[in-house]
């Protein structure tokens, strides 16, 4: 049985414009936390999400707000917010997706961990709810291709390779390089954008199938064991995916 963790989000506004957005946007998101700026404290509604008075300057708020959410959605100026998280970055891997709205609501903007983090996806269920654009900047987001490096994750697959091959085949694909996908395990639905899948990427069904002369990289769902000699092989060019026991 899959457990889904409900992410922590925290809706943060320091103006009242800003104020106003965030109070329209936590009446659709009753499970995210709305954290303003003492100043605005007084006139807040009664509403059923929790809140969270910031006092002092923002900055010294920030380091708080990053260690405890998953997903930040700040109604703050882009310039200002990146100015604010400067000090706090660590990783792709372990920075929360920072998001920022305008005071009018007609953009939502993922700043940081737009992609690992979830914040591009995020971007798009906000504007959604917004009657909003989200800005997208991420190659493979914009170019509607294959996600290289989170491929699989909503099925939890696990990616294994080395940085190295995960940054050189991710260019190979947003470039609209050819691509070998040989999948030979694992649920055959690992494709959920609307738009379809790039004629640049050809599917196998067998590893042995692929002329790798053929192909700049090759992404392989298996549960094949890979040897030294293919990885050596395809230096730079492979990523393999293992899905999970069971699942076909």
Same mark, same amino acid.
């Given at each position: 049985?899959?457990?889904?963790?409900?992410?922590?989000?925290?809706?943060? %506004?320091?103006?009242?414009?800003?104020?106003?957005? *965030? $109070?329209?946007? !936590? /009446?659709?998101?009753?499970?995210?936390?709305?954290? #303003?700026?003492?100043?605005?404290?007084?006139?807040?509604?009664?509403?059923?999400?929790?809140?969270?008075?910031?006092?002092?300057?923002?900055?010294?708020?920030?380091?708080?707000?990053?260690?405890?959410?998953?997903?930040?959605?700040?109604?703050?100026?882009?310039?200002?917010?990146?100015?604010?998280?400067?000090?706090?970055?660590?990783?792709?891997?372990?920075?929360?997706?920072?998001?920022?709205?305008?005071?009018?609501?007609?953009?939502?903007?993922?700043?940081?961990?737009?992609?690992?983090?979830? %914040?591009?996806?995020?971007?798009?269920?906000?504007? *959604? $709810?917004?009657? !909003? /654009?989200?800005?997208?900047?991420?190659?493979?987001? #914009?170019?509607?291709?294959?996600?290289?490096?989170?491929?699989?994750?909503?099925?939890?697959?696990?990616?294994?390779?080395?940085?190295?091959?995960?940054?050189?085949?991710?260019?190979?694909?947003?470039?609209?390089?050819?691509?070998?996908?040989?999948?030979?395990?694992?649920?055959?639905?690992?494709?959920?954008?609307?738009?379809?899948?790039?004629?640049?990427?050809?599917?196998?069904?067998?590893?042995?199938?692929?002329?790798?002369?053929?192909?700049?990289?090759?992404?392989?769902?298996?549960?094949?064991?890979?040897?030294?000699?293919?990885?050596?092989?395809?230096?730079?060019?492979?990523?393999?995916?293992?899905?999970?026991?069971?699942?076909?």
């Amino acid at each position: 049985m899959t457990i889904l963790i409900q992410p922590r989000i925290a809706l943060v %506004a320091i103006t009242k414009h800003g104020v106003a957005q *965030a $109070l329209r946007l !936590a /009446e659709q998101l009753p499970d995210a936390q709305l954290a #303003v700026s003492e100043k605005f404290a007084a006139g807040l509604p009664t509403i059923g999400n929790t809140v969270e008075i910031l006092p002092g300057a923002l900055s010294a708020n920030m380091g708080g707000l990053f260690a405890r959410y998953d997903q930040l959605v700040l109604f703050i100026s882009l310039g200002a917010v990146v100015r604010l998280i400067a000090p706090h970055l660590k990783s792709k891997d372990e920075d929360p997706g920072v998001l920022v709205v305008d005071d009018a609501a007609r953009y939502v903007i993922p700043v940081l961990s737009g992609h690992v983090g979830g %914040a591009n996806a995020y971007a798009e269920q906000l504007a *959604a $709810l917004l009657g !909003a /654009e989200a800005v997208l900047t991420t190659a493979s987001d #914009v170019g509607k291709t294959i996600p290289v490096d989170i491929l699989g994750r909503e099925l939890s697959w696990q990616v294994e390779a080395p940085k190295i091959n995960i940054t050189r085949v991710s260019a190979h694909v947003v470039n609209e390089e050819p691509i070998a996908f040989v999948q030979e395990a694992g649920s055959k639905h690992w494709w959920t954008r609307p738009t379809p899948l790039p004629a640049t990427i050809r599917f196998f069904e067998r590893f042995e199938d692929v002329d790798l002369t053929h192909y700049k990289a090759v992404l392989w769902v298996t549960r094949r064991e890979i040897t030294p000699a293919q990885w050596e092989q395809l230096a730079e060019r492979l990523v393999v995916y293992r899905p999970p026991l069971g699942q076909e």
